[in-house]
């Protein structure tokens, strides 16, 4: 691997006030001049004047002294360290001074810095100009101090065709159109980070409303559109105000807009004020949209607006802390849509979608602490992964937990309002929850953030004495690859343990705080036939080894579902978990989910298909894969002909996912009632007699392209084509992979590169082919073939890059191909990725040991089905 770039921050000689910022967009050269003027402040006596800047050609530059003396100064751009600097002939003495600033610009195609996403008006091609800038490109739009501790006020002016749309932070103040050009002028922002900054232009409709708390909020959508933008206005309107009162702060800015741009390398950002989205991320249409999608598109909502506080208003000192914002925003996600939808039982959802994923990456030896040192940006790039966000998120669920939520606000409160407008560490977030909860807030989780990975907590013993059930418990870390584990006994952590038992499984009856490798607990009143579980609720970010006779007794409470769902489908993880790391085998996975076929909750059900898939990966490996799909088809086979293919009148939310998760899963495993019914619904859609339900297209379209791709390719590359909606391009995109025909999945790979698909999307048609034997060894070859091109097209474009190398090949088994891996990449640049392919390579050696380990057994187990 590439040894780390040396790295500077900027000096603090010179810092800016207030940056003046004027922008000329040209949408059909690609370009943009500029000019800015930046009220500076002299802090030393210095000569030199280093502030960021990339991919500009500087015209002009100069300074104006205090006294109105006007300097030039010799200007040099460094494209190692993303410089301009600025050399004087004189010595400049501390006070106020004013530099100006003119450059030209590319409106460039790597959704980046000030960049140009394509979108069609009636049947005419056209571009936007949209910025992003999180986490280091605003320097790449003008030249500027791009750190997010260097914080400044901004006056920004756009000049525009007349008849354009054009976006920035705040409200606009002025307007005025002459010689065909119009130019708008904004308001003064709050004293804000660089990488916050927002510009839009382009033809967009919007809807608006204003919030109970006097925010006017708009949605901006593709011309014609509108109407789809107003679910996510109905939620941003409702969150703002259960924000206010959460945080016990107001939202600061006089308005806020959301808006769909067309080519989006992440989810969402969260400019101040000018929140920018993918458009599959926030356009919801009643016909064609999935419940699944509604529900992300109510947490990417809830997401992006709960930054404006934690993030735009208080932001992180440097990138070390990202974890501040995309953690604790990916909790308080889960927190406004729990208040807006109680129906989705989301909470619930935390543990599949964020807490799981978390721990699987963790457990890795390459895996990395919340907290990590960055410099270089390309670094920056490789943390805004499930550590920041999700081990984040499930660390701040725990402390909530552990102090209460009452305290926890209060100690927001603290924090917030005590660094509004600045910037924080971590250190800084602990103060304020130690000083309202008065517990060890600091202690507890800096074994959390300063280190990597996270414990196992092991039941040595359980005895009953009396009316009491002693445990001898163990920690230690967990590692995905045992052979790190001996090498592991370094790491201690706080833990804080909680206890269930038969008779009040929702409630903790007891909890401790473990502090040592070994402890023991004693819990009061559990008759000897009582079961006990640690972990209620799947809170602590642990995993939990027990033994057999433990185990043995919660089965029944599995099987009649007495024991919650979370606890349920976090026995099932935790046990999963330990087989992956050969602590367990994994015939006692199949058992345990065996036990559990009259389950009908859609999270359990979630974690089940979970460790199907992985199975199911593994197995696509051995000659016995078929027989797997017969276990599944069993497994599944309750809860198939429970659900049907219609929605029951009154049905749940969560209901109306499980079918689809289900049926989806039936038509994996080759189940032939689906397929049959699938072919003919599928030609009622095409045919427009009677057009599928958002809900049951993915399943749709995944088993008539498995089943007979050939016949069927051509009419979704079709219906791709015809559609104007993002979110039906991506179900497509999705669904191609399940072809079984070698000629055809090439096809699809061409198809990926093809101008009918956004750049953004191909890399998810490509993964989508890697998901079985065949297409993950055409999709790994087809990288290697096209890597230059990849390289061009994604370099520091939102991790897509790494996210391609990684999904592609992470479920792969066998050493060789490691190795293959390894020295493909010894000899290819792969700027960002550095960490995602140690991690893959690590993921590829833990399948290995575990098919070796287990692969006659599961043969065994699995050939004596019937």
Not at 687 to 701: F, H, I, K, Q, T
Not at 795 to 821: D, H, M, P
Request: hydrophobic share 40%.
């Amino acid at each position: 691997m590439p040894e780390k770039k040396h790295f500077e921050r900027l000096p603090k000689s010179v810092i800016p006030k207030n940056y003046e910022l004027f922008l000329r967009p040209n949408l059909t050269k690609f370009t943009f001049e500029g000019k800015v003027k930046i009220d500076i402040k002299i802090n030393e006596p210095t000569n030199k004047i280093v502030m960021n800047a990339i991919e500009l050609e500087i015209t002009e530059a100069e300074l104006t002294t205090a006294e109105g003396r006007t300097v030039t100064p010799a200007r040099s751009l460094s494209t190692e360290t993303e410089t301009l600097t600025l050399d004087l002939a004189e010595t400049l003495t501390p006070g106020d001074a004013q530099l100006h600033i003119s450059f030209l610009g590319q409106l460039n195609d790597k959704m980046k810095g000030f960049y140009r996403s394509k979108y069609t008006l009636g049947d005419e091609e056209r571009y936007a100009a949209v910025t992003q800038f999180e986490s280091t490109d605003a320097r790449r739009c003008f030249p500027c101090w791009d750190e997010p501790a260097i914080k400044a006020t901004f006056d920004i002016t756009l000049a525009v065709q007349p008849e354009k749309t054009a976006l920035s932070n705040m409200p606009v103040e002025s307007e005025k159109v002459e010689g065909g050009e119009r130019t708008v002028t904004f308001a003064r922002t709050p004293i804000m980070s660089t990488y916050l900054v927002a510009v839009v232009v382009g033809d967009y409709d919007y809807i608006e409303d204003t919030s109970t708390d006097g925010v006017k909020v708009r949605v901006y959508t593709p011309v014609g559109k509108q109407e789809q933008g107003r679910f996510a206005l109905h939620v941003a309107t409702k969150v703002l105000p259960y924000y206010k009162d959460y945080f016990n702060i107001a939202y600061p800015l006089p308005k806020i807009d959301l808006i769909a741009i067309s080519d989006f390398s992440a989810g969402a950002m969260e400019n101040w004020g000018l929140v920018t989205y993918r458009e599959v991320c926030l356009l919801v249409d009643a016909e064609n949209t999935s419940t699944a999608r509604k529900q992300l598109i109510a947490l990417v909502v809830g997401h992006e607006l709960a930054h404006q506080w934690f993030g735009n208003l208080v932001t992180m000192e440097w990138w070390t802390h990202l974890w501040l914002n995309e953690g604790y925003a990916s909790f308080v996600e889960f927190l406004c849509v729990a208040h807006l939808f109680p129906e989705y039982d989301i909470w619930t959802q935390f543990v599949t979608d964020m807490y799981i994923p978390a721990l699987q990456l963790d457990c890795l030896n390459n895996s990395h602490p919340i907290e990590v040192p960055v410099g270089h940006p390309n670094e920056i790039e490789e943390i805004f992964d499930d550590i920041s966000y999700n081990k984040g998120a499930s660390v701040i669920r725990m402390l909530n937990n552990y102090i209460g939520d009452n305290d926890f606000r209060a100690g927001m409160y603290l924090y917030l309002t005590r660094h509004q407008y600045g910037n924080t560490f971590t250190e800084d977030l602990w103060a304020a929850l130690e000083e309202a909860s008065s517990k060890p807030v600091a202690d507890v989780m800096t074994t959390w953030t300063k280190q990597m990975g996270f414990p196992v907590i092991t039941v040595e013993k359980a005895t009953q004495e009396g009316d009491a059930r002693v445990f001898t418990l163990s920690q230690a870390k967990f590692c995905a690859d045992p052979r790190d584990a001996q090498k592991e006994n370094e790491s201690l952590w706080l833990v804080p343990i909680s206890f269930s038992k038969a008779g009040a499984p929702d409630t903790a009856c007891h909890t401790v705080m473990m502090r040592e490798r070994q402890m023991t607990v004693r819990v009061e009143g559990v008759a000897p036939k009582d079961w006990v579980k640690l972990n209620p609720g799947t809170v602590g970010y642990y995993r939990t080894r027990y033994p057999p006779a433990m185990l043995q007794q919660l089965q029944p409470a599995i099987q009649d579902k007495s024991l919650p769902p979370l606890d349920r489908l976090g026995l099932l993880d935790d046990l999963f978990a330990l087989v992956q790391a050969g602590q367990s085998q994994t015939v006692e996975v199949l058992k345990l989910m065996e036990a559990m076929n009259q389950e009908d909750n859609y999270t359990v059900w979630c974690t089940i298909a979970n460790c199907l898939t992985k199975l199911q990966v593994l197995l696509s490996n051995t000659e016995f894969e078929d027989k797997f799909k017969l276990y599944g088809l069993k497994l599944l086979g309750n809860i198939g002909q429970k659900l049907g293919w219609e929605p029951k009148p009154h049905e749940s939310h969560l209901d109306t996912l499980l079918r689809s998760l289900v049926l989806n899963r039936l038509a994996t495993y080759g189940d032939q009632a689906v397929i049959a019914e699938s072919h003919k619904r599928f030609q009622q859609h095409v045919s427009g007699e009677s057009p599928l339900p958002a809900d049951l297209r993915s399943v749709v379209y995944r088993a008539v392209l498995s089943d007979d791709g050939e016949k069927t390719y051509d009419t979704m590359i079709k219906l791709y084509k015809e559609s104007d909606l993002h979110e039906e391009q991506s179900r497509i995109s999705h669904a191609l992979g399940s072809i079984r025909d070698e000629k055809l999945l090439r096809k699809v790979l061409d198809f990926a590169m093809s101008p009918d698909v956004r750049s953004q999307d191909t890399v998810f048609v490509i993964i989508s082919v890697a998901m079985t034997k065949l297409g993950r060894d055409l999709a790994w070859n087809f990288i290697k073939d096209n890597w230059a091109t990849f390289l061009k097209r994604y370099e520091g474009g939102g991790g897509l890059l790494g996210r391609l190398v990684k999904r592609t090949t992470e479920n792969f088994a066998s050493e060789q191909r490691a190795v293959e891996i390894e020295e493909f990449f010894a000899s290819h640049d792969a700027p960002g990725c550095e960490r995602s392919l140690q991690q893959t390579c690590e993921s590829i050696r833990v399948n290995t040991a575990w098919l070796a380990r287990d692969r006659e057994s599961v043969q065994d187990f699995l050939s004596k089905l019937s």
